[in-house]
């Protein structure tokens, strides 16, 4: 904990002057738009953008903020932080002998509500994009389970390549 502690500032700057206000009505209607086109394969290009966008974030974080690790247990402390700060998400924890990450109150399960398939194929892409940058390893994420199936809540499992 002493490693998140002595980053905890850089970390909120990065938060603070990274990021955007978006709506969060908008985010919901919008993605709740989007999924419908799911079944064409629009969901993959957007898990790919989502991924993107952690690889940015990871590469802001070292580059700007001077934040780093080769731990995978303290990038995904940062990963907790940013997820649940981003107000995407309530909750977010993971277990490390398990490799999974959890997540509770996602905004893509709100979006699209029940779902036959996982929902949250965006978040895979961003967790995904994100430890892989930040660790400079290759990680796979993928949604094994999801709220919108009826769990209690969406388990992503993480695979180092």
Do not use: W
């Amino acid at each position: 904990m002493g490693y998140l502690k002595s980053n905890i500032r850089a970390l909120a700057e990065a938060i603070e002057r990274e990021s955007v206000l978006i709506h969060r009505a908008a985010l919901i209607d919008g993605y709740r738009e989007i999924h419908k086109l799911s079944k064409f394969g629009v969901d993959r290009i957007i898990k790919k953008a989502a991924e993107y966008g952690g690889k940015k974030g990871a590469r802001t974080l070292r580059e700007r903020y001077g934040v780093f690790t080769d731990r995978l247990d303290e990038a995904l402390e940062l990963l907790t932080i940013i997820a649940e700060s981003s107000r995407l998400i309530d909750l977010l924890e993971y277990d490390m002998e398990q490799m999974e990450i959890y997540v509770e109150g996602s905004i893509l399960v709100e979006a699209v509500g029940k779902a036959q398939k996982p929902v949250c194929r965006p978040m895979a892409g961003f967790f995904k994009g994100f430890l892989s940058d930040f660790l400079e390893r290759n990680f796979d994420v993928e949604e094994i389970s999801c709220t919108a199936q009826g769990y209690e809540r969406c388990t992503f499992r993480l695979k180092q390549k």
